[in-house]
């Protein structure tokens, strides 16, 4: 299997998203995987391919291409309908810088949750939380965490931080989603921790008869791949849709991968 880098691709599909162009795919050299190579060393070795791939791109060019990624999200129907929403605060380098888009969420009076990594517990699962972000004063007071990104911390003024799987909490309409690699096929590669994916899972199984919230992965260009190419398993969640720098990349509808 051989890695591919989707330049300017465009699906106009549906009104509610900015076009996608599908010109051009170009071989991006590096990464070569054996069919029957397991699905867990899949995912390792396109991590590392990416991993070398993503922390040459500058800083400036991270900047452009992350403006362009948040005025596409800022023009969705969707994003203007949606009441409740989960967005990444994101690592210094690398991937998709965030910072606009969690101030124009709390700008425009919709409830922002932004993760938060459990302390480990010895022989369970990695967990992540999705805490309220209630004002842009106590966005700024966030420190850095694990990988430099910024964390809430579980109160506020004195009280337990509201969280998005609490019974009182407005059900999340949609989660914003980093990941290392994505396709056309709305796959999505993580870090490897299997945090948002497990996250999905019990927040559908906590809040029975609600709407399933949309997923949306935020994606440099350097991160899209050729279809068939992003490693997935029985555990892994698709997109609703892909927002890249160019437009927007959207399936008919995602499920859980069987």
Not at 56 to 75: G, N
Not at 126 to 148: I, N, Q, T
Not at 207 to 217: E, H, N, T, Y
Not at 247 to 256: E, N
Request: a neutral charge; charged letters at 20%; one cysteine or more.
């Amino acid at each position: 299997m051989s890695q591919w880098l989707i330049l300017h691709v465009v699906d106009n599909r549906d009104a509610d998203i900015p076009p996608f162009s599908r010109t051009s795919i170009v071989p991006f050299s590096g990464f070569t995987m054996a069919a029957t190579t397991p699905l867990r060393a899949q995912k390792k070795a396109l991590r590392k391919a990416l991993s070398a791939t993503l922390s040459a791109v500058p800083t400036a060019e991270i900047q452009l291409q992350s403006q362009a990624i948040t005025s596409h999200i800022l023009s969705l129907p969707s994003f203007h309908a949606a009441k409740s929403i989960s967005c990444y605060l994101s690592m210094p380098t690398g991937e998709v810088d965030t910072s606009s888009i969690v101030l124009e969420i709390l700008r425009a009076g919709k409830a922002l949750f932004v993760p938060k990594i459990h302390p480990p517990v010895p022989n369970s699962e990695p967990k992540m939380d999705f805490l309220k972000v209630y004002s842009e004063e106590d966005l700024r007071s966030f420190p850095a965490g694990l990988w430099g990104i910024s964390e809430p911390g579980w109160e506020w003024k004195g009280k337990r931080r509201e969280s998005a799987l609490d019974e009182v909490s407005e059900p999340l309409d949609m989660i914003l989603l980093p990941g290392v690699a994505f396709d056309p096929s709305l796959s999505r590669l993580g870090h490897g921790k299997g945090y948002y994916d497990r996250f999905i899972t019990n927040c559908i199984s906590s809040k029975v008869d609600v709407r399933r919230p949309s997923l949306v992965a935020l994606s440099l260009r350097e991160q899209i791949l050729q279809s068939g190419v992003v490693p997935i398993g029985e555990h892994d969640w698709k997109m609703d849709a892909i927002i890249t720098p160019d437009g927007v990349i959207q399936g008919d509808h995602v499920s859980k991968v069987e």
